[in-house]
């Protein structure tokens, strides 16, 4: 039986590696996600939908090792069923099973 989970996992990145990816607050920024294609805007004290943009403001957003940041709302289904960066294919299963502290900035 293999116990590498690097080989194992054929699904997405583990429950407690997800946990792991750096969580920040919406602010305006020049990028957009790389998934939907929205850009990030400061939401309200109140979480507010916005039918133009499909995208609660006001929710998280999260910056992945390799530095790229999506909302939460697109980034967290992907990794359910990937262990990659949608944009550059960074290994986060890899990443976090060799950085156990799942530090990085």
């Known amino acids: 039986m293999n116990t590498n989970p690097i ?3 054929k699904q997405g990145l583990p429950i407690e590696m997800i946990e792991k990816v750096r969580r920040m607050k919406m602010g305006k920024s020049g990028q957009d996600c ?4 929205n850009g990030f805007k400061k939401g309200t004290k109140s979480t507010i939908y916005s039918s133009e ?12 090792p390799c530095k ?7 980034i967290l289904p992907w990794l359910d069923s990937n262990i990659t960066c949608p944009n550059c294919r ?8 060799e950085n156990s502290d799942g530090e990085y900035h």
């Open 34 to 37: 790389s998934v939907c294609y």
């Open 90 to 97: 960074f290994n986060l299963l890899e990443f976090f099973s």
């Open 7 to 9: 080989e194992e996992s």
């Open 53 to 64: 943009t499909n995208i609660l403001l006001g929710e998280k957003i999260r910056k992945l």
């Open 68 to 74: 790229h940041i999506f909302h939460d709302t697109c």
